[in-house]
């Protein structure tokens, strides 16, 4: 059985992850498995938008597989910690927006998976959390460094310095997660979010997410100047042009990412 399962409709890339008798837990393989779907996303101009999700109805990911872990030894923990570094900084690095669809538990590694993605949709019945210091150890795949930028420093230290898990409300309250619906609304909220992201020029959706996740890592002026080249990009488009003829003829705009 694949680790992940990829599939791709309608500009959309869904990602599973395919482990739903470990609850979706990162072991070596899956993390390969994973990081080779991200790179091959990165350059299809077909995709416009990913969606990360678990298999199952338990899960959408506990994190590291520590019935592994436990008999790894300290090179290969090494090995496995710079793997999923890397991985999840692969993924926020995407071009195209990426959603978190949260169908299940999320603690350690599958909360730092969810805080790399753009946004985040949870079932209104699950926990979540970085749990790392309950077992020794610390987040490691980015999670002391993400969730302050999110939730603010004095949350971000409650967090993970007691290990709480919390509800899915409780995330939504604190701004860790977008929204939380019932089971049974989750996948229909979470299409429709992305189809109100796919009406717009897909060219100008990567360009605003390059200048906004860019220029926040630096001074106003900096950021300023990312903006301005990111604008540039979108002007010899076809679809900018595309949108003018449209809003002219008072019709919907039909964007081929060109």
Same mark, same amino acid.
């Given at each position: 059985m694949n680790s992940i399962i990829f599939e791709k409709s309608n500009h959309i890339a869904t990602i599973t992850l395919n482990r739903p008798e470990a609850l979706n837990a990162f072991n070596y393989d899956l993390l390969v498995e994973l990081h080779e779907v991200v790179e091959s996303i990165r350059t299809d101009e077909d995709l416009y938008l990913v969606i990360? *999700?678990? !298999?199952?109805?338990?899960?959408?990911?506990? =994190?590291?597989?520590?019935?592994?872990?436990?008999?790894?030894?300290? $090179?290969?923990?090494?090995?496995?910690?710079?793997?999923?570094?890397?991985?999840?900084?692969?993924?926020?690095?995407?071009?195209?927006? *990426?959603? !978190?669809?949260?169908?299940?538990?999320?603690? =350690?590694?599958?909360?730092?998976?969810?805080?790399?993605?753009?946004? $985040?949709?949870?079932?209104d019945d699950i926990q979540m959390g970085l749990t790392e210091t309950s077992l020794a150890i610390i987040p490691g795949a980015g999670g002391t460094q993400r969730l302050p930028r999110i939730v603010g420093e004095a949350k971000a230290l409650e967090l993970i310095l007691t290990a709480k898990r919390i509800t899915s409300q409780e995330a939504t309250q604190i701004g860790l997660l977008t929204d939380c619906f019932s089971r049974s609304q989750l996948s229909d909220k979470v299409l429709n979010f992305a189809h109100q992201i796919l009406s717009n020029g897909?060219?100008?959706?990567?360009?605003?997410?390059?200048?906004?996740?860019?220029?926040?890592?630096?001074?106003?002026?900096?950021?300023?100047?990312?903006?301005?080249?990111?604008?540039?990009?979108?002007?010899?488009?076809?679809?900018?042009?595309?949108?003018?003829?449209?809003?002219?003829?008072?019709?919907?705009?039909?964007?081929?990412?060109?």
């Amino acid at each position: 059985m694949n680790s992940i399962i990829f599939e791709k409709s309608n500009h959309i890339a869904t990602i599973t992850l395919n482990r739903p008798e470990a609850l979706n837990a990162f072991n070596y393989d899956l993390l390969v498995e994973l990081h080779e779907v991200v790179e091959s996303i990165r350059t299809d101009e077909d995709l416009y938008l990913v969606i990360f *999700t678990g !298999a199952g109805d338990k899960s959408f990911s506990v =994190g590291a597989d520590l019935k592994e872990r436990r008999n790894l030894p300290e $090179r290969d923990v090494k090995r496995n910690l710079n793997k999923i570094g890397a991985l999840f900084t692969a993924i926020e690095k995407l071009p195209q927006p *990426t959603i !978190a669809m949260l169908n299940g538990y999320a603690f =350690g590694g599958g909360t730092e998976l969810a805080l790399a993605c753009d946004f $985040r949709f949870a079932a209104d019945d699950i926990q979540m959390g970085l749990t790392e210091t309950s077992l020794a150890i610390i987040p490691g795949a980015g999670g002391t460094q993400r969730l302050p930028r999110i939730v603010g420093e004095a949350k971000a230290l409650e967090l993970i310095l007691t290990a709480k898990r919390i509800t899915s409300q409780e995330a939504t309250q604190i701004g860790l997660l977008t929204d939380c619906f019932s089971r049974s609304q989750l996948s229909d909220k979470v299409l429709n979010f992305a189809h109100q992201i796919l009406s717009n020029g897909p060219i100008s959706i990567q360009q605003a997410k390059f200048a906004i996740k860019n220029g926040m890592n630096t001074d106003l002026e900096t950021g300023l100047q990312i903006e301005r080249k990111s604008y540039e990009i979108t002007i010899p488009t076809e679809d900018r042009l595309e949108a003018l003829d449209a809003f002219a003829k008072k019709r919907k705009p039909n964007f081929k990412g060109r």
